[in-house]
């Protein structure tokens, strides 16, 4: 019995993926690339946008290969103001409905703040915040009109805390994973789903595009892979956040037990400068 539930489970699944279409960002390496490997194999069509279009080329190509998936190509920086707003246009140009929206894109800085590189941390809200805000305000509203589909947008176990010398990364992922939570309840009534995931420590290039390359080495990490499967599982089952490892989620409550004082210093030994240790 247990089996044949798990059977109808899975093909009603197939079914809400097959021959839809997905729009991921920052698709052509980590969490992103494991989205479209995932979505494709549950036979999803693809939209994928990341700065590097020769990346995506080779993707999309290796995906239509193994699954015959359709997938469009639209090579871009999101972190431009103009960007989301041409992708949803040329979404319209190729007369493309999308029925999940995976907000991937984004990066993280460390370092002091007599060191900031203002503009590049400028850059960064633009593409965790302003990017995601305005794909996800564009193309949620069809969804909600068509009574299906949803949005998976990717925070942080960073974003239920303040953490010292990522200041500005970890308040975007406090936004995003506000943001998902208030979109969730206004739109779960409607057959529409948003779900905002938050992981720990992943084997991705994050760590050496924020500037603390070999950091990763150090931490117990876990896979994109598995990332996209505790995601995917958890939007599925119409949640409105996951935490990826059961260390993560007791992390995520330990904060709420600590003075604010006492949970932002603490923060500050994992990356404070050699210099200031």
């Known amino acids: 019995m247990r089996q044949a539930v798990q059977a109808e489970d899975s093909r009603l699944m197939l079914e809400s993926y097959s021959d839809r279409w997905a729009l991921i960002t920052g698709a052509s390496s980590g969490i992103g690339e494991a989205f479209a490997q995932r979505l494709a194999a549950l036979g999803m069509h693809l939209v994928l946008t990341a700065r590097r279009g020769d990346l995506l080329e080779k993707l999309a190509e290796e995906l239509h290969v193994r699954h015959g998936t359709r997938c469009e190509i639209l090579p871009g920086d999101l972190s431009e103001p103009d960007r989301p707003r041409s992708i949803v246009d040329e979404l319209a140009v190729r007369?493309?409905?999308?029925?999940?929206?995976?907000?991937?894109?984004?990066?993280?800085?460390?370092g002091e703040i007599e060191d900031a590189d203002v503009d590049r941390i400028m850059q960064m809200t633009q593409l965790n915040i302003g990017a995601l805000t305005e794909l996800t305000y564009r193309i949620l509203p069809g969804m909600l009109t068509r009574r299906r589909g949803g949005v998976i947008n990717v925070s942080s176990v960073a974003g239920f805390q303040?953490?010292?010398?990522?200041?500005?990364?970890?308040?975007s992922k406090a936004y995003v994973l506000h943001f998902s939570e208030a979109l969730w309840a206004e739109a779960r009534s409607r057959h529409v789903t948003v779900t905002a995931v938050c992981p720990g420590v992943t084997r991705t290039s994050f760590f050496d595009v924020a500037g603390v390359p070999g950091w990763l080495k150090k931490q117990r990490s876990q896979s994109p892979e598995r990332v996209v499967r505790k995601a995917l599982k958890a939007f599925e089952r119409?949640?409105?956040?996951?935490?990826?490892g059961w260390r993560n989620y007791l992390r995520s409550l330990a904060v709420r037990f600590g003075t604010r004082?006492?949970?932002?210093?603490?923060?500050m030994k994992y990356f404070r400068p050699k210099s200031r240790s």
């Not at 303040?162 to 308040?171: E, G, K, L, S, T």
């Open 162 to 171: 303040p953490v010292a010398y990522m200041a500005a990364y970890a308040a």
């Open 238 to 244: 119409k949640k409105q956040y996951v935490i990826g």
């Open 261 to 267: 004082r006492t949970v932002v210093t603490s923060s």
């Open 95 to 110: 007369d493309i409905e999308i029925d999940l929206l995976v907000n991937n894109a984004g990066f993280g800085i460390v």
